[in-house]
C-alpha cells in the first residue's frame, strides 16, 4: 500500500510517533518489576541495551529486508502470480532523506517497534540470560527475524498479496503490530525459555511450580500506565502509515485501545479473584497489557463494542494459559510474554477477521489472517528458536549457577539496584 501524507498530517503522525518510547517504558519497568530484587538493575539496563542494539541493527541491514510498499523489492513467479518475498533496500537507508516523507516516517516508527519486539523476551528469559547474549538475540531479531516477516505484512509481501493474488479480503491485516511485534516477540520469549530452562528452584522434582513473586508491583503497574500512552502512538500512527487510515481515525484507535486494555484488566481481575479469593495484581497488570497487545491489530477496524469483547477475551486467556505453561508444560516465563504477548497477539490476529469487517469478504479475510497466524507458528518459531539455539552453540546465553544464585545486579554489574537492603535468600548466603 502506497501511503500518501498531506503537509498537515505528517507532523501529526510524527508527534503520535513520539509517543510509542512510553511502551518500550512501561515494558522495561513490567520486566523489572516482575523479577527478583536482586537483578531489577540488571533488567533495566538490559533493557536499554536491547533498544540501543535493535535500533543500529535495524538501520544497518533490518530496514533494507524489510522495505515499504511499492519500493524495490524480490520477487518469484508461482503459476502466473508474482508473490514479494524480501525488500530491497539499500543498507543503511542508503538515499532515504530523514525529513517527514512517508518512507522515512515508516522508518521511524519500524526503528520503535523493533525495540518494543526485542523488550518481549526480555520478561522470559528474566534473571538467568547474560547481557551479552541478550544484545546478540536482540541483533538476530532485529536484523533478520522481524524485518522477515515485517515485510510480508506491511511492506508489500506475500502475506499483505493475498487479497490481490489470491482474492481473500484485503490480504492479511494488522495495523498496530499484533502480529509482527507481540508476537515474533512472543514467539521469540518462548524460545528463549525453551532453550535457558527454567531458573533455579522454580520447579519441584515431581515438577510442581514454585511461586517466585515480583519484587517491585508499584512499578508494573505504573509501566502499564506508560504503555498505554505508547500504545495509543503505536496504534494510531500504524492505522495511519500501515492501514492507509484517515488522520482522523485516531480518536476510534485512542477508544478502542483504551477499551480493549481496560476490558481485559477487569476480566483478569476477575478471573484471579474467582480463582484466588482476591484480585492478584501481577496478573492484572499482565491482562491490562495483553488487552493493549490485542488491541494493536484491529483497533481502526473494530467497533467500540466489539472492542470490549476483544479486550475480554485476552484478560480471560492470560491467566489460563500462565497456568497451562507453568503446571502443565513445566515453562518458567517470569513476565508471562508467552501468554501476554503471544497468544494475546494471535487473538488480537483473528479478531480482525472475527469482530470487525475490515476486509469485505469475510470468508476470505478470515482465511488471509489464519495463514498468518500459521506462518507464526510454522515458520518464524521454528526460525527464531533455531537462530537462538545455534547462537547458544556458539556464545552460551545462560548465565553460571553462581550469578543465578547470586543476582544479575552483582555478578554482572557489580553492584546492587538496592545497596541498602538485604535482598539474598539464605541459600546463597549459605
Request: aromatic share 10%; with cysteine; hydrophobic share 55%.
Amino acid at each position: 500500500m502506497n501511503v500518501s501524507l498531506s503537509e498537515t498530517s505528517a507532523p501529526f503522525c510524527f508527534l503520535l510517533m513520539l509517543l510509542v518510547p512510553f511502551a518500550g517504558a512501561g515494558l522495561a519497568l513490567i520486566n523489572s518489576g516482575l523479577g527478583r530484587a536482586r537483578s531489577a538493575a540488571h533488567a533495566m539496563l538490559a533493557s536499554l541495551c536491547v533498544v540501543s542494539v535493535s535500533a543500529i541493527v535495524y538501520l544497518m541491514v533490518g530496514f533494507s529486508w524489510q522495505g515499504v510498499a511499492g519500493c524495490p523489492a524480490h520477487e518469484w513467479m508461482l503459476g502466473p502470480k508474482a508473490w514479494n518475498w524480501i525488500g530491497a533496500e539499500p543498507f543503511f537507508l542508503g538515499g532515504l532523506r530523514l525529513n517527514l516523507s512517508p518512507i522515512s516516517l515508516i522508518f521511524l516508527l519500524q526503528m520503535f517497534s523493533v525495540g518494543l519486539a526485542a523488550l518481549i523476551p526480555l520478561s522470559s528469559g528474566g534473571e538467568r540470560w547474560r547481557l551479552g547474549a541478550m544484545c546478540a538475540s536482540t541483533a538476530l531479531l532485529a536484523g533478520w527475524t522481524y524485518p522477515l516477516f515485517a515485510h510480508w505484512v506491511w511492506g508489500g509481501g506475500w502475506l499483505a498479496q493475498l487479497g490481490t493474488n489470491y482474492g481473500l479480503g484485503r490480504g492479511f491485516l494488522d495495523a498496530g503490530g499484533s502480529s509482527a511485534i507481540q508476537v515474533v516477540g512472543g514467539l521469540t520469549a518462548l524460545s528463549i525459555t525453551w532453550i535457558l530452562g527454567p531458573r533455579r528452584g522454580k520447579f519441584s522434582a515431581e515438577g510442581i511450580p514454585v511461586a517466585f513473586p515480583g519484587h517491585n508491583v508499584v512499578l508494573v503497574l505504573l509501566g502499564c500506565a506508560l504503555a498505554w500512552v505508547g500504545w495509543i502512538g503505536l496504534n494510531s500512527a500504524g492505522a495511519i502509515l500501515l492501514a492507509g487510515s484517515e488522520p482522523a481515525s485516531v480518536v476510534l484507535v485512542a477508544v478502542n485501545t483504551t477499551l480493549c486494555a481496560a476490558a481485559s484488566g477487569l476480566a483478569t481481575v476477575a478471573v484471579t479473584r474467582i480463582r484466588f479469593g482476591r484480585p492478584d495484581a501481577s496478573l492484572s497488570a499482565n491482562g491490562w497489557i495483553a488487552g493493549l497487545v490485542a488491541s494493536s491489530a484491529a483497533a481502526s477496524f473494530l467497533k467500540p463494542a466489539a472492542a470490549i469483547v476483544v479486550g475480554g477475551v485476552a484478560g480471560i486467556l492470560v491467566p489460563l494459559v500462565a497456568d497451562a505453561l507453568e503446571f502443565r508444560l513445566v515453562i518458567d516465563d517470569p513476565g508471562g510474554a508467552v501468554s501476554v504477548h503471544a497468544v494475546a497477539g494471535l487473538w488480537g490476529v483473528l479478531s480482525v477477521a472475527l469482530l470487525s469487517n475490515a476486509g469485505g469478504d469475510a470468508r476470505g479475510q478470515w482465511l488471509a489472517q489464519i495463514m498468518g497466524v500459521a506462518t507464526l507458528l510454522g515458520f518464524v518459531l521454528p526460525l527464531t528458536y533455531g537462530l537462538n539455539w545455534l547462537l547458544d552453540r556458539i556464545y552460551r546465553q545462560r548465565v553460571e549457577r553462581e550469578g543465578e544464585l547470586q543476582g544479575l545486579d552483582l555478578f554482572e554489574l557489580g553492584a546492587g539496584a538496592y545497596p541498602e537492603f538485604d535482598i539474598h535468600r539464605d541459600e546463597y548466603l549459605h
